[in-house]
């Protein structure tokens, strides 16, 4: 009698912790059951993935879906949504929304918000403050809670932790690793006097290189003295790079699309406003030394940061436009678009978005293709050539800043624990999102 399976994703070029061949894939129960020839055995469904190529499930550790109290520009819906349109099978968002979730009630909220509305897995980070520190250890261990998110320095929202003493103060609270904004509070109180009106370009001279580097150069010592694992987001500096390649005990980090692909000053004479986040889109010096981090293995993940904001608002004069920009549609063709240009092989691209997420934040069950791990595939066309629109962004804002540009490998389909989501532009079995389980929280949740 044959093997019977739920789904078989048949006849796709698997790349995982083996290497990469063509290979059958068989889910049951939502998870991986076998993998192999499994020509002879039975499914209630099966995917035709020939001439396709298999990944692990890529996992966005950076998002803002801007829920609860900045619907206008996101919300849990219409965020996920575009995660399964391009191919992201789980997000951490972030918490600085309206308001902001820094207590066990706004993180139940936004719990209970993404039941039967999420299209992806999903988690939510908790927000620190000075005042909420002795708070956090519990806190992080909420059902679905993805961690601590530290602003060192401000930026979209009222989150702030700002001097050493309460930076500190939290990192001495709870177990789990911290993830954080590291900018310097004072550099950029300083360096607003570097600001141009109506002039983007001067963005990287207000936010300057410096302030990242001191805000990283304080949180590491603080690592350090406190014994508390980091987690450094969206770096954008050579010096940053250097810098945590010599203290990886303790800390891992993270660049962005964004950072790796546009550069400054050309990014903000074409873009505008739309090319105005935080940390800033850099020159070719500082890319140069991401990517060479990446080469070397400094980087662990990437992420989107998906931050949007509408076109309106993003047209107001500089300073007065908004920092972020969407990405979560778009991270996994602008980063295949890298890997067939031979800036990076599909195998460090696997690592950075879902080995990666899973060796950092300890997932439970995701972020390997392997038997009885959770099903979580992204299914890619490698050589396919679409081009980036507006159009088809299902974000609320109905823009990237990758609009025109050709991609080369492109998400096909979408499976989360077993089930197609999204498949050839259409999501197809909506609202089936859960909330992410953590190794270091597993029958210990509060």
């Known amino acids: 009698m044959s093997e019977r399976f739920d789904l078989i994703v048949r006849g796709g070029e698997v790349v995982n912790h083996a290497g990469r061949g063509r290979a059958d894939v068989g889910i049951r129960d939502g998870r991986i059951a076998a993998i192999g020839d499994l020509g002879q055995a039975s499914a209630g469904e099966v995917f035709d993935a020939a001439g396709l ?47 902001t979730t820094t207590g066990a009630e706004a993180f139940v909220d936004k719990i209970a918000r993404a039941a039967g509305r999420a299209h992806c897995d999903h988690a939510f980070f908790v927000g620190a403050t000075g005042q909420n520190a002795r708070s956090l250890g519990d806190l992080e261990r909420l059902p679905g809670c993805s961690g601590v998110k530290v602003f060192m320095g401000s930026s979209t929202g009222s989150l702030l932790v700002a001097d050493d003493l309460d930076l500190r103060e939290v990192l001495q609270h709870g177990r789990r690793r911290v993830a954080v904004h590291s900018e310097d509070e004072c550099c950029l109180v300083q360096g607003r006097s570097r600001v141009r009106l109506g002039d983007w370009t001067s963005h990287p001279f207000a936010r300057a290189a410096a302030c990242a580097i001191r805000g990283t150069e304080r949180l590491l010592a603080l690592a350090a003295e406190t014994g508390r694992r980091v987690h450094v987001l969206h770096v954008t500096t ?34 505008h406003g739309r090319a105005q986040m935080n940390p800033p889109i850099r020159d070719i010096r500082h890319q140069a030394g991401l990517w060479r981090g990446l080469a070397e293995g ?107 540009t050709e991609a080369t490998g492109w998400p096909m389909a979408t499976i989360i624990r077993g089930q197609v989501v999204m498949q050839d532009g259409e999501v197809t079995a909506p609202s089936r999102g859960q909330p992410i389980r953590f190794l270091e929280t597993l029958g210990g949740e509060a």
């Open 53 to 99: 190529t298999v990944l692990p499930g890529v996992i966005d550790t950076h998002v803002h879906f801007r829920e609860p109290g900045l619907e206008w520009k996101e919300d849990i819906e219409t965020g996920s949504r575009a995660a399964v349109l391009g191919g992201v099978t789980a997000v951490f968002e972030m918490p600085n929304t309206e308001p």
């Open 238 to 271: 050579a010096e940053e790079m250097q810098l945590l390649g010599r203290h990886k005990d303790l800390v891992t980090c993270e660049v962005t699309p964004q950072h790796l692909t546009l550069c400054a000053p050309d990014a903000y004479e074409q873009l």
């Open 298 to 404: 400094v980087v662990d993940t990437l992420g989107s940061d998906h931050a949007p904001h509408t076109l309106e608002e993003k047209a107001k004069a500089y300073p007065a436009s908004p920092s972020g920009m969407p990405g979560v549609q778009t991270l996994v063709p602008v980063m295949l678009t890298h890997v067939a240009e031979g800036r990076l092989t599909l195998e460090r691209f696997i690592d950075l978005t879902s080995a990666g997420p899973q060796r950092v934040f300890n997932i439970a069950g995701k972020g390997r293709l392997a038997v009885g791990w959770d099903a979580d595939l992204t299914i890619v066309d490698l050589k396919a050539r679409r081009t980036i629109r507006n159009a088809d962004q299902a974000s609320r804002v109905g823009w990237t800043p990758f609009d025109g």
